[in-house]
């Protein structure tokens, strides 16, 4: 199976009530159904802006309104290095978000953390039956 691979490294965004650009990269993986996305924080923190936790809802309503990215359709990955969350969090950390529309409104569903072995083979094919895994 083809799977197309954009990458947008560096992601910029504005933040529209607190006027703050903010940065981060996205790997976007496409099927021929779904899409996965990864975005990842970036590792000089300070310099982000707002964090890719924080920013999820408008990160997301963006990538999904340029490629036509529908909430059922899409895995949404939070990305963050090694050490970037603090000392106590040496490993890089992946967390998998489910949007959904509330009355024409993205906000997100549910999250919880994703392993790199099932992140890898949903960018190896985001039209897996995994994707549907929603527990």
């Given at each position: 199976?083809?799977v197309r691979?954009?990458e947008?490294?560096?992601f910029s965004w504005?933040h529209p ?10 790997d976007?993986?496409?099927g021929k159904?779904?899409?996965l996305?990864i975005a ?8 982000a ?8 809802v408008?990160i ?10 529908f ?10 290095p ?5 000392a ?11 949007f ?5 409104k ?6 919880n953390?994703?392993?790199i ?14 994707f549907?895994?929603?527990?």
């Open positions: 199976m083809a691979h954009i947008i490294k560096p504005v009530q607190l006027a703050i650009i903010s940065r981060c990269d996205l976007i993986y496409m159904k779904n899409a996305v990842s924080q970036l590792e000089d923190a300070e310099d802006g707002i964090n890719v936790t924080d920013g999820a408008l997301a309503s963006t990538v999904m309104s340029k490629y036509g990215f909430p059922d359709r899409l895995v949404w990955i939070e990305h963050y090694p050490g970037i969350r603090g106590d969090k040496p490993q890089a950390t992946h967390e998998r978000l489910w959904a529309g509330d009355d024409g993205l906000c997100i569903d549910r999250r953390k994703i392993g072995t099932s992140v890898r083979a949903l960018a190896a094919d985001p039209d897996t039956s995994e549907s895994d929603r527990a």
